[in-house]
């Protein structure tokens, strides 16, 4: 997700930090531009664009093969990619749930032998404040919830997904120096709102030019969490631009995050 947005703010100062940095987008077109926009005002050349679509389980499969095959190293996974609208994935999942949670959940776990071959080395999963309303029911995973909010219920279903993912990938990497954080970027004015119902974007869009934040101040607790040294005692932690945070007591339920895992696990077909 790094073609726009938070994503793309937070790739920006990973190149001028000196990274060799993928951006896994899409749209070609715009991850090209977005790469090609970054190489140029940072002078590094080490950024590249690679396809992926998360709303597929098959191009994240072709992604991380492809990655595997061409790059020998990664030390820093940046799950960044959203989405609020509503709809169904050709697997057959509502749609944020799958692009939010299901497809991260599915590449972070077939690149989680490479991040420990190079450890020390950090997952970021970026979620949000959203998860406090989050209701997830592990017989009904990626089924889109029922009722008049049902795409922002589940836009929140996905948000808490990615809070536990956190939670439960560091209690699972204990010892292998493969640490995870959850972040909550604020609410930043970024692209995420196109997909908000066409009656409430009058209400919305205005708000979020007055009162959001920025997608490069977005990024700050980002990058925060992907390079500030001495965080790995704090693995599995849900950040906010304060520092780390306690998530809402959905977000801090092992019972629920091991279960989000395995039926993740079953979903994807791991």
Same mark, same amino acid.
Request: aromatic share 8%; charged share 20%.
């Given at each position: 997700?790094?073609? =726009?947005?938070?994503? @793309?703010?937070?790739?920006?100062?990973?190149?001028?930090?000196?990274?060799?940095?993928?951006? @896994?987008?899409?749209?070609?077109?715009?991850? $090209?531009?977005?790469?090609?926009?970054?190489?140029?005002?940072?002078?590094?050349?080490? &950024?590249?664009?690679?396809? +992926? %679509?998360?709303?597929?389980?098959? =191009?994240?499969?072709?992604?991380?093969?492809?990655?595997?095959?061409?790059?020998?190293?990664?030390?820093?996974?940046?799950?960044?990619?959203?989405?609020? @609208?509503?709809?169904?994935?050709?697997?057959?999942? #509502?749609?944020?749930?799958?692009?939010?949670?299901?497809?991260?959940?599915?590449?972070?776990?077939?690149?989680?032998?490479? *991040?420990? =071959?190079?450890?020390? /080395?950090?997952? &970021?999963?970026?979620?949000?404040?959203?998860?406090?309303?989050?209701? *997830?029911?592990?017989?009904?995973?990626?089924?889109?919830?029922?009722?008049?909010? #049902?795409?922002?219920?589940?836009?929140? %279903? /996905?948000?808490? @997904?990615?809070?536990?993912?956190?939670?439960? +990938?560091?209690?699972?990497?204990?010892?292998?120096?493969?640490?995870?954080?959850?972040?909550?970027?604020?609410?930043?004015?970024?692209?995420?709102?196109?997909?908000?119902?066409? !009656?409430?974007?009058?209400?919305?869009?205005? *708000?979020?030019?007055?009162?959001?934040? %920025?997608? #490069? $101040?977005?990024?700050?607790?980002?990058?925060?969490?992907?390079?500030?040294?001495?965080?790995?005692?704090?693995?599995?932690?849900?950040?906010? %631009?304060?520092?780390?945070?306690?998530?809402?007591?959905?977000?801090?339920?092992?019972?629920?995050?091991?279960?989000? !895992?395995?039926?993740?696990?079953?979903? &994807?077909?791991?």
């Amino acid at each position: 997700g790094g073609s =726009s947005g938070i994503g @793309a703010a937070t790739a920006l100062e990973l190149a001028r930090c000196g990274a060799r940095v993928i951006l @896994a987008t899409r749209s070609a077109r715009r991850g $090209e531009a977005a790469a090609s926009r970054i190489r140029r005002e940072t002078g590094n050349n080490e &950024v590249l664009f690679m396809h +992926l %679509d998360l709303a597929s389980l098959r =191009s994240v499969r072709a992604f991380a093969s492809t990655f595997l095959r061409q790059e020998p190293h990664l030390h820093l996974l940046i799950n960044n990619a959203g989405v609020s @609208a509503g709809g169904t994935t050709e697997d057959g999942f #509502s749609l944020p749930f799958q692009v939010n949670h299901l497809g991260h959940f599915l590449l972070t776990q077939l690149l989680l032998e490479r *991040l420990r =071959s190079c450890a020390p /080395s950090r997952v &970021v999963i970026v979620a949000s404040s959203a998860h406090c309303a989050g209701r *997830l029911r592990p017989e009904s995973l990626g089924r889109p919830p029922s009722g008049l909010f #049902s795409t922002f219920q589940d836009y929140c %279903d /996905s948000k808490l @997904a990615n809070v536990l993912h956190a939670r439960e +990938l560091a209690t699972r990497e204990q010892g292998t120096q493969v640490t995870c954080y959850a972040v909550h970027p604020g609410f930043v004015n970024t692209s995420l709102f196109r997909h908000a119902p066409l !009656w409430l974007k009058p209400l919305l869009l205005p *708000l979020a030019w007055l009162l959001f934040l %920025d997608a #490069s $101040e977005g990024a700050r607790v980002v990058l925060d969490c992907a390079t500030q040294e001495g965080l790995e005692p704090l693995s599995g932690r849900y950040f906010t %631009d304060c520092g780390p945070r306690l998530p809402w007591p959905a977000g801090r339920d092992d019972r629920l995050a091991r279960a989000l !895992w395995e039926g993740s696990e079953r979903l &994807v077909g791991l």
